[in-house]
Every structure is written in structure tokens, then in C-alpha cells.
């Protein structure tokens, strides 16, 4: 008889949240439920006319993040200018009340961006399984915990069940190894992979990210790394918890404490994938290879590294892939064989759940330290939550920003999507830490080219795309 | 959620790759409280250009396709944010079935969610429904219970999907009820891990 093969982490998991299996798919319980303004207005109304409760308010959080304006928020949802996000937020108001369900309102310290907010309060643990109405719910793998995006019909889901109904994923692990050069980090690697992988290549898979690059990671590149891992196909990436991860955790408000976190770490320090576990795919990734990597498309697997040139449609293979190229380059105003750092900016976006943590913001403005933003650039910063602004302007680094020419703004998606008033304007080109560079995602007719917060920092201060080396 | 058995509709074809859910329903139309009323969202910037003037020359505002029922698509299509208005608006406008070569994840179980169909087909066949889509004749027919898609010229696609899946949406089922009948499991389920990780119960 052969041995069974060892497991995954994410077969870890999985095998510890199967409540029940109905018809081949898995009822899957739900550790953490992470909501917000833009999603669940259906799922309660949802609950309402099947009059239906909500199982575990106390596994659900609630944040107000996706069209808050980043300024003015100590005045209250009642004061927001736009008539329909204030409805969505009232909304929320008047469902968590209902439903018991705790909060952090605009203008708490604790509210930001939900996937900010999870880990920096401890909600978000090691081995859980955690769902939100947002595709970006892939940050939390971070953590090694299982999380992913989901729509407002399977909210409602959660909210009723504390259960999803899933088909297990495929394994896929991609290993990240050697050490990376000055400059490069988490986002460069992040970019890297889905270059390599395309924007489908993890579909039907979970990520898990290995090697010694990524175990070099702080937390903060971890969540990055995750962060994009759905702009990879795959619904959820993971990292191993270690002691970088336990270390993170510990004293948070939420995170076990005394004997609890003893206990909670022992169960923590299982969660590994066996020596002998199987993947169904894995590729490998020399960290060394990578250069500060940025976009050129409106796809975020149109990656150039920043030393190279915008590519010509004809070196896609196949017809709609060239069909979409040539569109991409109408759209960002760009030419085939155009070194990248030729184009110029017009706005910086430093922030989003990808990159608007602590750390993030200590790399760009150590960038922008003494230095000047180009003039004709507009350069924000807006930090990941009202902590994470708390922290930083306890550092100082609001004072270095703004001495800089940097506006700095309080938490919210701000820019990365454009639901409040920070949007580009048609033809406006914009280096942005967010996630997504698809067409007018961050304003109409806006031209999106992701990169890491240092990378945008430069940016900013060239005035034009450029190798944030040549910045150290 | 309605159910879908059969369905005879005019197929407009849309040939790119990679068309994301902030194309299919842009974010102005995500501060809606409500599920319906979405269509006018679909594809905006598609369809409509700076003034808000119907652009001609894109698919669905053209005469023949105004009506469509199904939307020939390229590779990948509903990637991007997890919205569930991408679904609505497609079936808001009257849209019962996308057919294209893949889907993302999060889209093509958000579809589930609510009765409208996503058919994965080959490459080639894809092609060969898009340029009939082209012609004068764009009817096409989707037979779920056979797993079939016909072209207008009468050529015959066989697509998989996953057996639960289709039962349930030639059903119409509700998957919360379903999984209701599970609750014991549930209950079970909360007190063992009660026992077993007590740090996560009684923050
Ligand atoms: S910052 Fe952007 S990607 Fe992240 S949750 Fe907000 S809108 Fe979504």
C-alpha cells in the first residue's frame, strides 16, 4: 500500500472547516466575515425579505471604506457631498445596528480600508477561513489564513449560514527564492508572477508563496504579495505563519491572549505544508532576476520591468491577446519600443489595500525625504487606515510628505477605484501603488501604471516613470 | 432565481480578452442599494461616450444586437473585482448567457448565483460562433439540459458543467435554504470547535 501523500497548507485548512458536504460541494465554515459599504446593501435586504438572521455577529466586522472621501470625515456620514454613497453608508449604519454586527464608522481611528483593518486588529489569524465582499480579500493569506473575495448573493450567504459553499481548489505554489536587490520588493515580486503567469494563470488554483525571498518578507510585503494574487486568477494565496507572522500578532486587540495565545500558537505552528504534499503546479522564481517592475498596459499582467520598453502587439500569440494590446496602447496614449520611463506623470497615488500600510508609507517617504515633487504633478498619499495614519504622523512622515509637495489625506479605497471624489480625468496618467490598472478603474479615461510605493514616490519627484535606484 | 432550461436569443459578439467587471458595470453604478435597474450601467463606457451619447459603432447599441441574449466573449472574461452587479447588469440588459473560452473565478460563481449561464467552449468554436454572430442570422441556441450550444448555421457545441451546478439552475434552487437543511451540521460543527480553538469564541 502506497502512503498517503502529506498536505498541503491549504489542504490543512480546508480539511479543518468542512462542516458537511452536500451534492460533491463542501459546506465550508466561516471564521472571519469582513464587510462593507458596496456589497451588502442586497445581502441584508436579502436576509430581511426571507426573514432570516445573521448566525455569528460576532464573527463579522464591518468597515466603511470603499467611497468615504479622504477628507472631512470627522464630520460624519451625514456630511458626505454624494448623495448615493452617503446612502450606502447610512445604510450599513442601519444593518449593523439591526443586526449586532460591530463597526467602525468613518472618522473612528480603527476604520480604513477592510483589508487593512483585519490584520491590524487581530481579527485576521492563522489558520482561519475569512470572506468579504472584495475580490482584494486575498491579503489576509498573508497571514496563512484562507481568504477570498466573494459576490453579495454568497454575503448573504455567510451572513445567514456562517457557511460558503465551495468546490475545493487546485494546489499551486510558487517559490520565490534568493534575495532580492535594493529597491525590489513584495510589489516587484507580486507583478513578477502574474508577468509570468498571466492574469488567468492561477484560475482554479490557491497560491501558496514559498522560498527563502519570501520568508525574507516583512508582513507588510506579505499582504502585498497576497494582496494580487487574484490579479493572478487565483482566489486566495497563502504564506506559512512563522515567527515574523506570531510576532506580528501578538497584543493586538483581537488576538488571543495568556493561555489562550499559547494555546492558539501551538495549533498555529501546524500549519505548514508536509515535505511530501503534492502540488498540482509549481513554478520558481529567482528574486535576484527581478527588477523594480511596473505597468504599461490596462491588464496588470502587462508588466515591463522599469528598464524596459513598451511591447509591440505582435509579440502577443494570439488574436484577441493582439486585439487587446493594440487597445491597451490607444488607451494609455503609449507607442511599441518606447523605453517605459518615458512616460509622463501627471498624478502619484500612494495607498489601497495593496500598498498603504505602515511600512509602505516609511519606504516612500524615505524617498521623498529632502527632495521635491516635479512641479505639474499632483502627489496624495492616503494611509491604509486611521492607525496607520495615527503611527506615521507620530513618525513624522506627514511632515517629510507634505514639506515634499505630497497631500496627505485621511484612510479610505480613495483613488485605487474612484467611487469618492479622488478620480483622474480623461488622459490624466497616474503612477499608483492599487491593483488594478484596468480601464478607467481609477477615472474615466485615466491612465493607471501600478508600481511599489517607492517606485511611485520616484515618480513623483522625476516627473516621469523612473528606476527608484537611481533614488536610494 | 429563475430557472434556465433552453433559451433562444440573438448572440452579439464582443472580441476581446480580459474584459474585467469594472467594464462590465463601472463603479459610478456600484451606489445602488438595490439589485435591479443595472442595465443602464452595462458595458458605459462601451457604449456611450464623454456626453453620454450612445457610441454606434459598439455591439450592443446596434440595431440587431440590441435585443441580444447572449454575449460571444474572449478569453477570461469577468475578471477583476468580485462586484455581483457585473451579473446583474449583464441580465438587467437581458443577457441570459455569456459563451467564451474561460471565465474568472469569482464571475463565473457570481453567475451561478443568479441564473445566468456562463458556457465555456473551445477556442475555435468560439471563433466560429463569433463570426456567425457577425452575419445576418444571429440567433443561437443553448440547450442546458443537453449541454449543447447551436449555432445559427445549425453547427452543434457540446460544453461541459458541473453536474450540481446545472441541476440547480435548471431548478432555480436557492442555495441558502439548501445549505439550511445543514444547520444541525452547523451547530455541531460551532460546539467541536468550541472546544477544540476556544480562543476564537468569546472575544
Ligand atoms: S483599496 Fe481598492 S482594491 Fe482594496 S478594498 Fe479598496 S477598492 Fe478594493
Redesign the pocket.
Known sequence: MRPMPGKTLYDKIWDAHVVDTQDGEAILYIDLHLI?EVTTPQAFAGLRANRRAVRRPDRTLAVA??NVPTEGQALGVDAVADEEARLQLQTLGRNVEDYGIEYFPMGDIRNG???VVGPEQGRTQPGMTIVCG???TSTHGAFGALAHGIGTSEVEHVLATQTLRQKKAKNFRVRIEGEAAPGVGAKDFALAVIGEIGTAGGTGYVIEYAGSAVRALSMEGRMTLC?LTIEGGARAGLVAPDDTTFEYLKGRPATPKGGGWEMALSYWKTLFTDDDAVFDREIVIDAAAIAPTVTWGTSPEDVVAVTGKVPSPDSFTTPDKRASAVRALEYMGLEAGQPITDAKIDVVFI????N?RIEDLRIAAKIAEGRQVAPGVRAMVVPGSGLVSAQAEEEGLDEIFRAAGFEWREP???M??G?NPDRLTPGQRCAST???NFEGRQGRGGRTHLMSPAMAAAAAIAGHIVDVRDYL | MEAFTRLDAAAAPLPLANIDTDQIIPKQFLKTVERAGLAKGLFYDFRFDEQGVEKPDFVLNQPAYKNAGVLITGDNFGCG?SREHAPWALMDFGIKAVVATSFADIFYNNCFQNGLLPVVLKAEQVAQLMDEARGGNHVVSIDLEAQTVTSPSGAVFSFEIDPQRKQKMLQGLDAIGETLQAAGSIDTYEMKRALSQPWLEGA
Not at chain 1, 351 to 354: A, Q, V
Open positions: 462593507h471604506d470603499h480600508i477592510v483589508h472584495d475580490s482584494h494582496n495607498g489601497s489595500c495593496t498603504s479610505g479605497c480613495s485605487c477605484l467611487m492599487s491593483n488594478r | 473585482s
